[in-house]
């Protein structure tokens, strides 16, 4: 009979996530290391949306391009295009919690080299460039252990409640995030904001180290040793054989490059110098925008019972594209904030929608690979667009640009939409059918690497 460390915390898990739900409806906010799981993301969220915010206005403020800006924070997401397969297979490998703590700890020492630099004079864009990069770096492992860490905490069924809950954290970091950081840039400067993002960083790894669980593995194939030179490559031939997830993967490509990659790396250069808004105004429109994002991660598990997983992506894509056609057309603030808030719920409806369909067809045993594998295309997507939009903005206006990839999205959705439709509601492919699980193996066992 299965034993060991491994087997005892995921007992344990099951025993807290079945037990009837008091206080919380959501199971993932019901597990004591579930909730501690969500608060360590929402410091990590804060500390990010800060910085979405803080970089590129540094890079502006001394001078710099809207080109350079936007590259501040495309830099951020370089790693994940090179490591993320390396990551789903260390996060498939060894004890969660371990991951999360050294990634939050790796990233507020990444992010306090800028308030440090700052302190002698500007700082140099090489510097904020490496500093997006070892952000990034730490951000690709932290998202593997989530994923992981969340299959092991709630059942298959609820991937999508929980992936929820995680998207109500970066919804409410977005909030609080940009309006700490426009206050602390128009007092102290974006250096200033940075070092509010270590902080942040800090708390999540702190609050990360209390969890009780290690949140290893459960199920340990005995032949993940002999097969670790090859498991990079399982996270992308499952995507590539399954029909639903490489239609899934796909479309979030494209939509990340349209979308995603050039509002998260242009928006800001957009309100500054198209809208003209002070850090103030930038900071409020962000972060009232980011309530709207919250209200979708809050209704995405309800939405999903009663109208399916389908319809939230289309729903997502085509509200998404409508938003971007008029954020070209915002001159003022607070047509930016209703602009921006329909941009945001439209996205989180859609990530959260797409990641918990795309995890509910993960094997239980690689839901970090696959997971972050997924992201890692989505994230490939969203690095082109981010260096497309710094590239054309030297040619083309930025209204210009988010009104011809807002067109393009609407354009995309008459044939994705159809698509999606109909790859969810078929049968599952043979490439994730149920399978009979492979024993699990004690902690140090044969067929574990560095399980602890």
């Known amino acids: 009979m299965p034993h060991g460390p491994v087997c005892r915390d995921r007992a344990r898990a099951d025993a807290v996530t079945l037990r009837p739900g008091r206080g919380f409806s959501n199971s993932l906010l019901r597990d004591p290391d579930g909730l501690r799981l969500f608060v360590s993301q929402l410091f990590a969220q804060f500390g990010y949306s800060m910085a979405l915010v803080a970089l590129p206005w540094l890079v502006l403020s001394q001078g710099g391009s809207t080109g350079v800006a936007a590259l501040s924070v495309t830099a951020i997401l370089v790693p994940y295009v090179v490591l993320a397969l390396f990551a789903g297979v260390i996060g498939d490998r060894f004890p969660r919690k371990r991951l999360l703590v050294s990634a939050y700890t790796w990233q507020a020492a990444a992010a306090i080299m800028i308030p440090v630099a700052a302190l002698s004079g500007p700082v140099p864009l090489g510097l904020i460039l490496t500093v997006s990069v070892l952000i990034g770096l730490g951000r690709v492992f932290v998202d593997a252990a989530t994923f992981g860490a969340i299959a092991e905490i709630v059942k298959p069924a609820q991937f ?190 859609l990530l959260t929608s797409l990641v918990g369909e795309r995890q509910r067809r993960a094997p239980i045993h690689m839901q970090s690979l696959v997971g972050v594998t997924g992201r890692a295309c989505s994230v490939l997507g969203s690095m082109a667009g981010g260096l497309m939009l710094s590239g054309l903005s030297t040619l083309v206006s930025l209204r210009t640009l988010y009104f011809s990839f807002g067109v393009a999205v609407i354009v995309m959705a008459a044939w994705a939409v159809p698509a999606i439709f109909r790859a969810i509601a078929a049968p599952a492919s043979p490439a994730i059918a149920p399978q009979e699980a492979p024993a699990a193996v004690p902690a140090g066992g044969e067929g574990v690497t560095g399980t602890g």
């Open 160 to 349: 999508l409640e929980a992936q929820a809950a995680l998207t109500v954290a970066f919804g409410a970091g977005i909030i609080a995030g940009p309006l700490l950081s426009g206050v602390l840039i128009g007092v102290a400067g974006g250096a200033a904001a940075i070092a509010g993002q270590a902080a942040c960083l800090t708390c999540g790894a702190v609050v990360a180290f209390t969890i009780s669980r290690s949140l290893s593995a459960a199920i340990v194939d005995r032949h993940a040793q002999t097969r670790a030179r090859d498991a990079a490559w399982d996270g992308l031939a499952l995507i590539w054989r399954e029909p639903t997830l490489r239609l899934l993967t796909g479309v979030a490509f494209v939509w990340f490059a349209l979308v995603q990659g050039t509002t998260q790396s242009g928006l800001v250069a957009y309100l500054r110098v198209e809208v003209v808004l002070d850090a103030q105004a930038v900071g409020l429109t962000m972060g009232l925008a980011g309530l709207a994002g919250v209200t979708g991660g809050l209704t995405v598990g309800a939405l999903a019972e009663r109208v399916g997983g389908a319809w939230l992506i289309a729903v997502g894509i085509v509200a998404s594209g409508l938003a971007v056609v008029g954020l070209s057309g915002v001159h003022d603030r607070w047509t930016a904030v209703l602009v921006v808030a329909l941009l945001f719920f439209s996205i989180q409806v």
